[in-house]
């Protein structure tokens, strides 16, 4: 059943999704820009490209000081990102334990994938499973090479075939429709922001703890600590707005991987009885990495009642799992 619409929404969302992601690299230079200014602001002064403390703040000063640190920036992060980027599929598989799934072993979901992917028109993705006795799923990939539809052993144990092409078709459209792709990019960026935030804490307990090294100059220990609380602040700030962001990514893309689901099985009312039934018992729990849960077709913590659950709908990488059925069942 093809939903009114749906091609003007993918669009819609298309777009807006590559404003987004554009949005990363521009709130990091924002963030190095802010540490410099602050640094400008606090104490009556900063240190100018000499070394010196200067006691009157010169924003010409602060501009040259971001102009010689850009193209650092610029480096460091994409040399982050493209390791990042080239090895997710391996740090993907071992957070969740994944395994290959050989056709022998399971030709029932292969022959499912297989007419999907002839439906559609697209090439047959890698198959993992995950040993778990609970419901889950979710695709991952950057490429055709690497594109990966992962299952749980207990949804294809308590899934009939219509559910669990509706589960299939959910995770395919989300490789049809680079979700995958821009998702990985999206979590490498808010990798590398809460990367730094930890070393700056880090930082702080051991100046805090140990003091300035050899040095027995307070005044040297404070400004080092000030400078790195600034660092702290301009992050976490980051951090903040590439977290919104992301999130703002994946709820929009959830509703359309919905919708492309339950177009390409045939059954809208299927793949809302596999949500019913994956978000009663939804696994991969223990992942530990929360930004590769954001991936799965339901994300285990969003499952929580009363005031948790509040706090999660507000943080959530997913939309509410109810009105995702709700909206499916209207068809």
């Not at 051991?206 to 992050?235: D, E, F, P, T, W």
Request: a positive charge; proline letters at 3%.
């Amino acid at each position: 059943m093809r939903y009114v619409g749906m091609q003007t929404q993918i669009q819609r969302n298309n777009r807006l999704s590559v404003l987004l992601l554009l949005m990363f690299p521009v709130i990091i230079l924002g963030t190095v820009y802010m540490f410099f200014l602050i640094l400008g602001l606090i104490g009556g002064g900063y240190y100018d490209h000499y070394g010196n403390w200067v006691t009157s703040f010169d924003l010409k000063e602060v501009n040259h000081e971001f102009i010689v640190i850009f193209p650092w920036v610029i480096l460091i992060v994409a040399v982050w990102f493209l390791i990042a980027y080239k090895f997710n599929t391996w740090i993907i598989k071992k957070a969740v334990g994944a395994r290959p799934l050989e056709r022998r072993e399971n030709p029932r979901v292969y022959n499912i994938v297989e007419n999907l992917c002839i439906a559609c028109g697209m090439d047959m993705p890698m198959i993992n499973i995950v040993d778990d006795p609970m419901l889950n799923a979710f695709a991952s990939g950057i490429n055709k090479k690497t594109y990966t539809v992962t299952v749980t052993t207990g949804l294809l144990n308590r899934l009939n075939d219509a559910e669990l092409a509706g589960v299939l078709g959910h995770e395919l459209t989300h490789i049809r429709n680079n979700d995958t792709r821009l998702l990985i990019t999206s979590i490498v960026f808010v990798g590398i922001v809460s990367t730094i935030i930890s070393i700056i804490l880090h930082m702080i307990w051991r100046v805090l703890i140990y003091g300035n090294g050899r040095s027995r100059n307070k005044n040297n220990g404070v400004a080092i600590i000030v400078i790195m609380i600034v660092g702290l602040v301009c992050a976490g700030i980051a951090y903040l707005f590439t977290t919104i962001t992301r999130f703002a990514i994946s709820r929009k893309r959830e509703y359309m991987a919905d919708a492309g689901g339950a177009e390409l099985c045939g059954d809208p009312l299927a793949l809302a009885s596999a949500l019913r039934k994956i978000s009663a018992e939804p696994g991969l729990a223990d992942c530990g990495r929360e930004e590769v849960a954001q991936l799965f077709i339901i994300h285990p913590k969003d499952m929580t009642t009363g005031v948790m659950s509040f706090f999660n709908s507000i943080f959530s990488t997913h939309p509410d799992t109810r009105k995702r059925i709700e909206i499916l069942e209207q068809f």
